[in-house]
């Protein structure tokens, strides 16, 4: 299998990673945070070793401020939920995924504002179109890194920066960036960060979390048992326990522990460059073709591609592209509509291939062999 | 040797605090706490030798972490153990 549908989940993962889930599960499998026989201890070491490490990875200085959630979503759900009230103003991109926008939609029913800053047709949103829907009671600006459609990286730095000078909230939704992009809630002025652990970090699916910044509180999505202050009949008040109630998934912790390992040990840098690489090899392929239509920015930036075939029909495309030719890849909308609305592909979908830090230059090459085949050419 | 606890609310807070004392060369343990001395009702403790105190009550201090309360064991002739506060 040639597989080029990184951006919904990435695979494979690096050895280390199957390894440690499947050391957790035969060695230390017990409940982190709850008993104190060594099994549960080393389990609760683990988990703070990846907090420490994703610490690491985005630039937070205090591990603890990140909680554990079962993918970007949840931590998405967590953050706007906890953080909006009625009479509270939200600014998005019309490039965010649905995951973004379902839930604002249903706290704007509750009396949240909302507005969608509308990016240009490659996805990119300029800082003028957020500037003028600031209002004097915009709470949170919430931005995607980087489309899950084009591959569109947004300047969040720049984005921070106006966020901060109009004190406003900043959350960035980095879905599709955490592990192949630098991300730095410091410098890029990030108050909230959601993440998934199971597509650019290379950990398993059920994983994810959401950084929480310094002054921030947010109310809860769920409460529950948390292994500490067990006598209160109340959600305990720090985090992370604050936020992570029930038993964690520690052998998916524990996987993606040693995949954020791979990508610090790697460097993010290098791992871009090698996915920019292959995403212009397949760039230049496929605007060759001329039946194909690539959509998004003129130049490689996240390993991600959308295409229409004139003609074909997106989702028949990848079904042939995997009964063929032995190729994974993603048609449709991409749980993204209000995006393909924004790049005038709403009513057709695209063909998404999106490339991993595993793919080769061979991999694009029988890629877009297959796609000259069935595009005719 | 005598020996130290300090007691944290949970399991995450006595991590962040381990993490940071162990980089240095001794080594410092996570236990459940005793639930005679845990507050709350679930809490872990760190446990040293008790010379190592300052330190730990300086490194909580500096990530803004809350000891919970800190005690000495003391094992008695009939082998149980109390634990004495120290204040």
Redesign the interface.
């Known amino acids: 299998m040639i597989y080029l549908d990184n951006a919904a989940t990435s695979w494979p993962k690096p050895d280390a990673v199957c390894n440690a889930m499947a050391a957790c599960i035969k060695n230390y499998g017990a409940n982190p945070g709850r008993s104190g026989h060594r099994m549960a201890i080393q389990a609760g070491e683990k988990v703070y070793e990846c907090r420490e490490n994703l610490a690491r990875l985005f630039g937070i200085g205090d591990p603890l401020r990140i909680a554990f959630t079962a993918n970007a979503t949840e931590a998405i759900n967590l953050a706007v939920k906890g953080l909006l009230a009625a009479g509270d103003h939200v600014i998005i991109t019309s490039m965010e995924h649905n995951a973004v926008v379902r839930p604002l939609k249903k706290l704007e029913r509750q009396g949240v504002e909302l507005s969608v800053v509308k990016a240009d047709s490659s996805g990119r949103v300029g800082l003028a179109g957020i500037e003028n829907n600031v209002r004097s009671n915009t709470r949170l600006l919430l931005v995607t890194h980087a489309s899950n459609i084009t591959g569109t990286v947004n300047d969040v730095q720049s984005i921070g920066r106006l966020a901060q000078e109009h004190k406003i909230i900043f959350m960035v939704d980095a879905a599709q960036t955490a592990g192949k992009c630098p991300i730095d809630v410091g410098l890029m002025n990030i108050d909230l960060l959601a993440f998934p652990g199971h597509k650019g970090l290379l950990g398993p699916q059920g994983t994810g979390g959401l950084y929480i910044g310094e002054g921030l509180e947010l109310d809860t999505l769920k409460e529950g048992g948390t292994g500490s202050v067990s006598e209160s009949l109340e959600q305990p008040d720090f985090l992370p326990d604050r936020y992570e109630s029930g038993t964690l998934n520690t052998p998916g912790i524990a996987g993606l522990n040693e995949g954020v390992k791979y990508i610090l040990k790697i460097g993010v840098d290098n791992i871009r460059g090698h996915e920019k690489q292959l995403e212009r090899q397949m760039r230049q392929g496929l605007e060759s073709i001329p039946a194909v239509r690539v959509y998004g920015s003129n130049a490689p930036e996240l390993g991600v591609l959308s295409i229409t075939i004139d003609g074909k029909d997106c989702n028949e495309v990848c079904n042939e592209l995997d009964e063929k030719y032995g190729i994974a890849s993603r048609g449709g909308l991409h749980c993204a509509g209000l995006a393909h609305q924004t790049i005038g592909t709403r009513s057709t979908g695209t063909i998404r291939f999106s490339i991993g830090p595993f793919n080769t230059p061979g991999d694009i090459d029988q890629a877009l062999a297959a796609v000259k085949t069935i595009a005719g050419s | 040797m005598a020996y130290a606890i300090a007691v944290f ?5 006595v ?2 605090v381990k ?1 940071r004392l162990n980089q240095g060369d001794d080594y410092f343990a ?3 706490a005793p639930q005679r001395v845990a ?6 403790a760190l446990r040293f030798e008790d010379g190592k105190l300052p330190l730990v009550q300086r490194t909580a201090q500096e ?1 803004g972490i809350a000891v919970n309360g800190i005690y000495r064991e003391e094992d008695q002739a009939d082998g149980s153990r109390i634990y004495i506060p120290v204040k």
Do not use: A, E, P
């Open positions: 609310s949970s399991l995450n807070l991590n962040r993490s996570m236990i459940r507050v709350g009702g679930c809490s872990f990530l």
